[in-house]
């Protein structure tokens, strides 16, 4: 089945400078990739996703890359601000594992936003 | 619309004791997951349902069941609690169609003593 990593687990930036988070997939075979953010006691949320026919997807301060060839996905946030403060998981999307969704999520990663 | 509806918001349970978490979703949507989140650990599949009479285990199914009798709910029973079982769950849906984004409910904090 697919195994996804993420990193780092966490990631303390200054406000204003630009943060990136990783992940890395095993299944070739995956062809969507979500985001989801999480604040304290929240749902996750989808901020962004990108499917495979495509390298890069960008939404205001918010980018995705994809490099299918080495099987890794990152999240790119801009021009930081505090309410970016929460955890943020990746997925890949697997139709040989995961169930109906067949979404695989890595273990998240904590972003912390300091003033 | 409502979107994907989890209840209870909070329950504590003995060991031993058994219940069942509602999830409802009023969107038509037919695939349907069940997932728990534990602190470090990310979501993990519970049980999942590719539509009504339609259901299957995920990673960690042990210990739970799940129905599918309608496109609308999806309730998750715990038979026989444990403490292991402390989590937070969610509920979450998806059209059929290939690659949608899956939409979670609110979740439920479930405390097993």
């Known amino acids: 089945g697919e195994n996804v990593e993420q990193h780092p687990s966490t990631l303390s930036v200054q406000e204003g400078d630009s943060a990136v988070i990783k992940c890395t997939y095993s299944?070739?075979?995956?062809?969507?990739f979500p985001w989801y953010k999480q604040e304290l006691g929240k749902r996750p949320q989808l901020i962004i996703d990108?499917?495979?026919?495509?390298g890069e997807k960008k939404d205001q301060r918010i980018a995705v890359t994809l490099n299918k060839t080495a099987k890794h996905f990152s999240l790119h946030i801009t021009e930081t601000q505090p309410e970016d403060s929460a955890v943020y998981f990746c997925a890949a999307r697997s139709y040989s594992g995961g169930g109906a969704d067949g979404l695989t999520f890595g273990k998240g990663t904590h972003l912390i936003i300091q003033p | 619309n409502a979107g994907v509806t989890q209840t209870p918001k909070f329950q504590v349970l003995k060991t031993g004791q058994s219940m069942t978490l509602q999830c409802a979703q009023d969107?038509?949507?037919?695939?349907m997951s069940w997932y728990r989140q534990d602190p470090g650990m990310g979501l993990r599949l519970i049980h999942y349902?590719?539509?009504?009479?339609?259901?299957d285990q995920g990673e960690v199914p042990n210990g739970y069941n799940v129905s599918r009798s309608t496109t609308e709910d999806f309730p998750l029973r715990l038979l026989s609690a444990a403490p292991s079982q402390t989590s937070v769950y969610f509920c979450a849906s998806r059209p059929d169609t290939t690659n949608q984004p899956q939409h979670f409910g609110d979740g439920t904090r479930l405390s097993i003593l």
């Open positions: 969107m038509n949507h037919e695939y």
């Open positions: 299944d070739s075979a995956s062809n969507y």
């Open positions: 990108i499917r495979s026919n495509v």
């Open positions: 349902s590719v539509g009504a009479g339609i259901t």
